[in-house]
């Protein structure tokens, strides 16, 4: 229901590959001292690098928070997903990122990283069933259902949600991260999930209508917005601030979706085929090409204007402004980072 996508089931945020021969001519916003498209310092981070060494440190810690044990196969049906060879780690890595901005101990932002990756795996479990989505695959290979059975599924998604809460709470080291903050970084995400957030966009996925811009909100914009402001509030990031990557959030995500929608699109009428059909709409399916274009440089428009809130942060805030880069260019596969 949020962050992470391949061409051939249900659409979240990254693409596993992008399309071959298909370009999205987006124009680079300009800004001289800050933004990553012009010539500034930020246009040497490397956001592979970063992505690749959060990566590994957060699946490590994922693979502990989660070890096989009674009853076996609700845990195995748990690590399936979680663990899968195809996640991109984006909920965990933009919670990182955004810490980074107002922190200096990222240890204090791995238990809910990890936390948001498990609410996202679970998300991802339920979308896929039978009568949600009804997607057969997912992140590279067979969806939890298909290996483990609905019921089992139910579980697994059902058990990864408190999990999330509970890992958070037992393992956020108390010295680095006041009790307060605790608290505000479980509402968020118990917001994010619920009937007002991600749920409410997949009842109205399901239910159908021209109700687009919700549905992408909640569905996809929810996880970049929770991901963000999960990772200010756990640094003491001030109101204002945490707006800021409220709003920066949940434009990368709608972003990363559009994107997707524009990208699957132009792949299908160059191989002329017509691809997967979706239950729910699409912004392509529903404004055409040419609107969802002008959408794409309104929501890279509106992310970037926030980041440039933070200007006095400097280079800190470079992995989130490489974010919005790469949800257009696709600059290297992420599935690639778990290798």
């Not at 936390?115 to 795996?121: F, K, R, S």
């Not at 069933?129 to 059902?158: W, Y």
Request: net charge negative.
């Amino acid at each position: 229901m949020v962050f992470s996508t391949v061409l051939t089931s249900v659409p979240n945020l990254y693409l596993t590959r992008k399309p071959k021969n298909i370009h999205i001519p987006i124009r680079c916003l300009s800004s001289p001292s800050v933004s990553i498209s012009s010539q500034s310092n930020l246009t040497q981070f490397d956001l592979k690098a970063y992505w690749a060494s959060l990566y590994a440190e957060i699946t490590q810690k994922l693979e502990e928070a989660i070890p096989v044990k009674y009853p076996d196969q609700i845990y195995e049906a748990m690590r399936y997903s979680v663990l899968a060879k195809g996640a991109k780690r984006a909920p965990p890595v933009m919670c990182v990122a955004a810490y980074e901005i107002f922190g200096d101990n990222r240890l204090a932002a791995f238990p809910t990283a990890c936390a948001l990756e498990m609410v996202h795996a679970a998300s991802l479990i339920h979308d896929d069933l039978p009568c949600m989505d009804d997607a057969p695959e997912r992140r590279g290979q067979p969806s939890n259902h298909k290996v483990f059975g609905d019921d089992m599924a139910i579980l697994a998604g059902d058990a990864l949600f408190p999990l999330g809460f509970h890992h958070i709470v037992m393992h956020t080291p108390p010295e680095l991260v006041p009790e307060s903050r605790l608290l505000r970084v479980i509402a968020e995400i118990a917001r994010t999930v619920g009937s007002s957030g991600m749920a409410a966009g997949q009842f109205l996925d399901l239910k159908g209508g021209n109700t687009v811009d919700f549905i992408q909100e909640k569905k996809y914009g929810a996880m970049g917005e929770c991901s963000a402001v999960c990772g200010g509030l756990l640094a003491g990031a001030k109101d204002d601030e945490i707006e800021r990557l409220r709003r920066y959030g949940r434009a990368v995500g709608v972003l990363y979706e559009v994107v997707n929608d524009v990208l699957l699109s132009k792949s299908t009428e160059k191989e002329g085929t017509e691809g997967q059909e979706k239950k729910g709409k699409g912004y392509v399916r529903l404004y055409g090409i040419e609107k969802s274009m002008e959408i794409i440089e309104e929501l890279q428009s509106k992310a970037k204007n926030e980041l440039d809130g933070f200007e006095k942060y400097g280079d800190c805030v470079a992995p989130l402004y490489s974010f919005i880069d790469y949800a257009i260019n696709r600059g290297f596969n992420v599935s690639d980072l778990s290798q």
